[in-house]
T-cell receptor, first 115, second 112 residues
Framework: EPEVTQTPSHQVTQMGQEVILRCVPI?????FYWYRQILGQKVEFLVS????????KSEIFDDQFSVERPDGSNFTLKIRSTKLEDSAMYFC?????????????FGQGTRLTVV | KQEVTQIPAALSVPEGENLVLNCSFT??????LQWFRQDPGKGLTSLLL?????REQTSGRLNASLDKSSGRSTLYIAASQPGDSATYLC???????????FGSGTRLLVRP
């Protein structure tokens, strides 16, 4: 069964360092998303991406964040200069968005720890 | 601004019980509603998607209902099993950005 794949599963980085989180969405899907979940809190939307550009971003997604689809399969989230408060589980998701079918499929997540 | 609330926050039941998880949302103008399961430290597994024109969806022992006018959805789990122990999240899509707005989840423990 097709699935969304995220790497790495866990990343530890020092404050101020750049990190890139990688995702391979399901191959026939057209919409891609990043969400995050700080420990003990709700899953929060960060950004959606369609047709090689950002569709919407939340207020969390400031200038420190960027997304890219560098080739036909990967979808990346870059945090330029990490802060302690960026520590969270980051989830990539994708959906086919055919008609009213908006079902989103999530990856297993990358746990980012900023020290 | 859309807010999604789930009650109860936690639930512990003996194996075999039927149970209902509740989800409410403040803006009834939703596109769709999706239920997920999350195991500790893991990703989100999609359980059911209910389109705004539907009133319920079923998958195996799971049945989800949607009442848009009252801003509520329920997830019914029949004959619960210890393997059902997880956190159950509901999320709504309210606009053309297709972003999901999540509730805080119900943590379910099914005791053998």
């Amino acid at each position: 069964e097709p699935e969304v794949t995220q790497t790495p599963s866990h990343q530890v980085t020092q404050m101020g360092q750049e990190v890139i989180l990688r995702c391979v969405p399901i191959s026939n899907h057209l919409y891609f998303y990043w969400y995050r979940q700080i420990l003990g809190q709700k899953v929060e939307f960060l950004v959606s991406f369609y047709n090689n550009e950002i569709s919407e971003k939340s207020e969390i997604f400031d200038d420190q964040f960027s997304v890219e689809r560098p080739d036909g399969s990967n979808f990346t989230l870059k945090i330029r200069s990490t802060k302690l408060e960026d520590s969270a589980m980051y989830f990539c998701a994708s959906s086919v968005l055919s008609g009213v079918n908006t079902e989103a499929f999530f990856g297993q997540g990358t746990r980012l720890t900023v020290v | 601004k859309q807010e999604v609330t789930q009650i109860p926050a936690a639930l512990s039941v003996p194996e075999g019980e039927n149970l209902v998880l509740n989800c409410s949302f403040t803006d009834s103008a939703i596109y769709n509603l999706q239920w997920f399961r999350q195991d500790p430290g893991k990703g989100l597994t999609s359980l059911l998607l209910i389109q705004s024109s539907q009133r319920e969806q079923t998958s195996g022992r799971l049945n989800a209902s949607l009442d848009k006018s009252s801003g509520r959805s329920t997830l019914y789990i029949a004959a619960s099993q210890p393997g059902d122990s997880a956190t159950y999240l509901c999320a709504v899509i309210t606009d053309s950005s297709y972003k999901l707005i999540f509730g805080s989840g119900t943590r379910l423990l099914v005791r053998p």
